[in-house]
């Protein structure tokens, strides 16, 4: 037989004040405890996760060396060849003989100049000044002098430089040549990241080049949404160029 109590308002609403603190104090420990089961699973994943990209990545870098150390001689051979690149991208494309495989192996660069080049742009400048005799060669000797601009960090554009060595040699003048010939050797590029590119001729796609995806961003590339390059399409031009870990 259960006894009935009775109680006042003012107990009743302190019965009710109780019960709400004790449902908050319930609610937060279970936020807590779902916020430690969450951490744990995130905790789990990294552990599972992290050794195998960091193994990924080692497994890449091993590739990526070799390749580079595969074709070291043929590239010491190119680049002997090749020389001076513009804009300072030093690249070298290697296509199979029925042209169905395409490798493209370069270096980013980051230009830079000894301070023989100040010589030779002084040379240039009193040269070109020499030719200004009226508004017109001012006009173009200005315009050529542009070639000569700096950027942000005092560097020249090594793709105008190029640009100049042109003029210079059109001009067959030997004073204009000797100048750009010692802005050229002056010339000290820092090397930053090796890169690889690797494409193939994709029959289903009219035998278009179609790129190997070798960075984790894009290995998920579904093939209906990749653009492939035109099957002329130069090698050496800029594009998404896939970069392994140092």
């Known amino acids: 037989m259960s006894e009935q109590v009775t109680i006042s308002a003012e107990e009743f609403k302190q019965f009710q004040a109780y019960q709400a603190e004790k449902a908050k104090q319930e609610a937060a420990e279970a936020r807590k405890a779902q916020r430690a089961t969450y951490q744990q699973m995130v905790d789990e994943e990294l552990a599972a996760a992290v050794p195998e990209l960091r193994a990924l990545s080692e497994q890449i870098k ?3 060396d070799a390749t580079f150390g595969n074709f070291a001689a043929v590239l010491d ?3 002997e060849v090749v020389g001076f690149k513009e804009g300072g991208q030093f690249s070298h494309t290697f296509t199979n003989t029925d042209s169905t495989q395409r490798l493209t192996l370069g270096v980013n660069t980051v230009d830079g100049w000894t301070d023989m080049a100040e010589t030779g742009i002084a040379m240039v400048r009193r040269y070109l000044e020499s030719l200004a005799t009226d508004d017109k060669t001012q006009s173009l000797v200005t315009a050529v002098l542009r070639l000569l601009s700096k950027d942000r960090q005092g560097n020249l554009n090594a793709s105008k430089v190029l640009q100049l060595q042109k003029m210079a040699e059109d001009s067959k003048d030997d004073q204009f040549i000797e100048a750009v010939k010692i802005i050229r050797e002056s010339y000290q590029p820092t090397a930053t990241r090796r890169y690889i590119r690797a494409q193939y001729r994709d029959e289903s796609t009219g ?10 961003t894009d290995v998920d590339l579904l093939p209906e949404n990749e653009t492939a390059p035109e099957p002329d399409a130069d090698a050496d031009a800029e594009g998404t160029e896939a970069e392994a870990a140092e």
């Open 207 to 216: 035998n278009a080049w179609r790129n190997i995806p070798l960075s984790i």
């Open 77 to 79: 051979i190119k680049a």
């Open 62 to 64: 091993t590739v990526k």
